[in-house]
């Protein structure tokens, strides 16, 4: 009885401190150089020092740890390692009935690491090589104790090879850094319109034909006219590369999770195996982003050609899952193909997106039966989510909330905070990107479980990614620069338990993890040292702030009025307030911000004009991620820009939009102009119809007709008005184009209003 007694006592104490290991913060005020930010960090004053030879006690390692510990310390630290019963330098411990992936380590007089993984035995010496400090040959760590465990088990970073194509030693380089900051799924998306990069051996002219393109646009999609590199490009990795690459992983606990698009985004292998599409067209590889609408034709032999190559997938990759894509299919061809629509008669479906869902569910099928699992983007669930299926959540975290409520595991992803193409920053010399605006901080405030849904539902999120889409990402210090620090801000949430605030990650980075980047040679974006601009609306002016938290003192600024005339140019300090006066006549005025420090290069630049920080009504208002600063965002003195940047314009989803402008007296207009987008790529067009109305009473309306003439459109006039309305009229997207058929988006911004003087 009394050991019964001792046993409960003992249990009982297990728990309250397992219930206190999951739900504290970092248990210490000293910064931890770790990332992600271990549970608990607990240093011990001293250091302890090792030269020349590394110790291991070889009980307890698990062999696959060991022979990594000896190819990190003998190529990459020049330590010989050493294995010996009984050393005490650095010894490991199995544990049993502890979280899965939990690990310990304990640094006195020597290191201690308690696992109960393999994967976590690994992700200890993540965490110590981290601590390691360099001092020309001898190895220095922090004495502490720290104890952690994951959050989630999904902790991915995606890989577009497509769009531009990587070498086998840099997707090894990508792997090595995702394993140093513990993410467990690498994505690998193989093939898309613009390349086939994956030998399938039953199908040859894949890689033969759908490897290449003739030519490769030249700048952003948006920009007209276009121009072409007219080089040929592209490449594809054998089945021995792929399976190096997936042992390569392996060694470092990542699970390579393959990708291969159907039945849209198929236009590489179309250009191989035109019979194929719905039209059997020989068609080109194309070197142009955005959506085309030659997709997999819905027939047995299409059927029958992905299963061949799923099966030569299925035998390169061990992984459970694997990803079909599923997205942006257009259904044009195949409501006009015969072949297509035989299948929905006989199948007995309502239409088109149906059609889509009898193919997920097809592929769906088959992998189950091959012991695999079907994992595909959000748009999987418009035609009926098939049984076995697990969604990605990239349109927002919708499609994850409704995979999750009817019972289905899903993996956030949503634009909004995972998309590492987009800017992160607003700097106007940040290089070309795709458009949208995540900066680091957005990144660090994502939690991919949504407040929607309920404990129960909440399981079901396996955990988050982010995505690496390469139109706009060329070559690997383009792919670093635009993954580093974003990676390990996500890296942060997807790990830790409790992940502390903001300034103390961003204090973690400055003094430890970009020194470690540095000397990895990673090309990370320095966009944490600009100073970060806030706007605010005061009357008829437009206030600027700028904090800056790592020593940025002085900016440059410059005004300048018609013709280039430079009207001031002056130092002022970090802290002070600038203020843009509203203009009184239709000249413009520029204000240019920038930074004095060569090394910590940014630019801002605002325009000062008759109608800045006008109070605009909205009527109608815009979509929630395109919602900028609101009504301010289309008078604050910045234009939206091209290429577009998610930040800098307000955009809608509707197919009529209305603002409205009380101007509290009256006065005579003169002109009008508004900026607009297109993008078709993106689903962004210009508007159909613009039309202004004026009223000096609110009841009795005056419609002026606005000229659209591309990206600006305007009118001048001479009246007298107090109220004015702007109406935005779009049109269904045209067959032939990106996303007919549907609604476009409309992008709007700035709007300038012109008084008589």
């Not at 179309?270 to 085309?292: H, K, M």
Request: proline share 5%; aromatic share 12%; net charge negative.
């Amino acid at each position: 009885m009394e050991r019964l007694l001792s046993k409960r006592i003992l249990s009982l104490w297990v728990s309250i401190l397992w219930f206190l290991f999951w739900n504290s913060p970092v248990r210490t005020q000293s910064l931890c150089p770790i990332i992600p930010t271990p549970s608990v960090y607990e240093p011990i004053n001293g250091f302890l020092e090792v030269e020349g030879r590394l110790s291991v006690n070889e009980k307890g390692i698990p062999e696959p740890i060991r022979a990594y510990l000896i190819k990190r310390c003998t190529q990459e630290l020049k330590l010989i390692t050493v294995f010996t019963p009984v050393s005490d330098q650095l010894v490991f411990k199995k544990l049993f009935n502890v979280p899965e992936d939990y690990y310990s380590i304990r640094i006195d007089n020597g290191i201690t690491i308690q696992y109960s993984s393999e994967e976590s035995c690994f992700y200890a010496l993540t965490s110590l090589f981290q601590l390691m400090e360099d001092l020309d040959g001898t190895y220095r760590f922090q004495k502490c104790f720290i104890s952690d465990a994951p959050k989630y088990g999904w902790r991915g970073m995606h890989l577009d090879v497509s769009r531009h194509f990587f070498s086998l030693e840099e997707v090894k380089r990508f792997i090595d850094l995702m394993s140093f900051y513990k993410f467990n799924t690498f994505h690998w998306h193989l093939t898309d319109d613009q390349g086939w990069r994956i030998e399938i051996k039953k199908y040859p002219k894949l890689t033969e034909v759908g490897a290449w393109r003739d030519s490769t646009v030249i700048g952003h999609y948006s920009a007209t006219p276009r121009t072409y590199d007219k080089s040929r490009y592209g490449g594809f990795y054998t089945q021995d590369q792929i399976r190096e690459i997936v042992a390569y992983a392996a060694e470092r606990y990542i699970t390579v999770v393959p990708e291969i698009e159907m039945p849209g985004h198929a236009r590489a292998a179309i250009a191989a195996y035109p019979s194929l599409s719905c039209t059997g067209e020989a068609l080109p590889v194309p070197g142009l982003w955005g959506v085309f609408e030659d997709i997999f034709c819905m027939h047995e032999s299409t059927l029958d050609f992905v299963k061949d190559v799923l099966d030569e997938v299925i035998s390169l990759f061990p992984s459970t899952y694997i990803h079909i894509g599923g997205d942006e299919a257009p259904k044009t061809r195949w409501k006009k193909c015969k072949k297509c629509q035989a299948v929905i008669r006989e199948n007995g479906l309502h239409d088109e997106e149906a059609l889509q869902g009898w193919f997920v569910g097809k592929i769906d099928e088959y992998l189950s039966s091959k012991g695999r699992k079907l994992i595909g983007w959000d748009e999987i669930l418009e035609g009926g989510l098939s049984e076995n299926a697990t969604v990605m959540s990239w349109r927002g975290t919708e499609g994850g909330i409704a995979a999750a409520r009817e019972k289905h595991d899903a993996v956030m992803s949503p634009g909004s905070h995972c998309y590492f193409d987009h800017y992160q920053s607003k700097d106007r010399n940040e290089p070309l990107a795709i458009g949208g605006f995540t900066p680091l901080e957005k990144v660090y405030e994502f939690n991919p479980v949504p407040k929607e849904l309920s404990h129960d539902e909440a399981a079901y999120i396996l955990g988050a990614q982010a995505n690496l889409w390469t139109e706009y990402i060329p070559d690997m210090n383009q792919l670093e620069y635009m993954a580093f620090p974003r990676t390990l801000a996500l890296a942060q949430v997807l790990w830790c338990q409790n992940k502390p605030d903001i300034s103390y990650f961003k204090k973690v980075l400055v003094e430890y993890q970009f020194p470690k980047l540095d000397q990895m040679n990673v090309h990370y974006s320095k966009a944490l040292f600009y100073p970060q601009m806030n706007l605010f609306p005061a009357k008829e002016k437009v206030g600027i702030t700028f904090s800056s938290s790592y020593g940025e003192e002085k900016l440059a600024l410059k005004v300048t009025g018609e013709y280039g005339k430079v009207l001031e140019s002056k130092e002022v300090g970090i802290s002070d307030t600038l203020f843009l006066q509203r203009t009184k006549e239709k000249n413009l005025v520029t204000y240019e911000v920038s930074s004095g420090n060569t090394d910590k290069k940014f630019y801002y630049s605002f325009v000062s004009h008759s109608s800045l920080c006008l109070l605009v009504t909205m009527n109608t208002l815009p979509d929630e991620p395109y919602s900028g600063q609101g009504w301010f965002t289309l008078s604050d003195g910045i234009s939206g820009t091209i290429p577009w940047k998610g930040s800098d314009w307000l955009g809608f989803d509707e197919e009529k939009i209305e603002i409205s402008i009380d101007l509290e007296k009256k006065t005579t207009l003169t002109g009008f102009n508004l900026g607009f987008l297109e993008d078709p790529g993106s689903w962004i067009y210009y508007p159909e119809k613009i039309t202004l109305l004026v009223s000096k009473n609110s009841k009795k309306w005056k419609s002026i007709e606005v000229l659209r003439t591309g990206r600006q459109s305007s009118v001048t006039m001479n009246v007298k008005a107090r109220y004015v309305k702007i109406l935005v009229e779009t049109q269904e997207i045209k067959e032939g184009n990106p996303g007919s058929g549907h609604v476009p988006w409309t992008f709007m911004d700035e709007l300038i209003l012109n008084f008589e003087p």
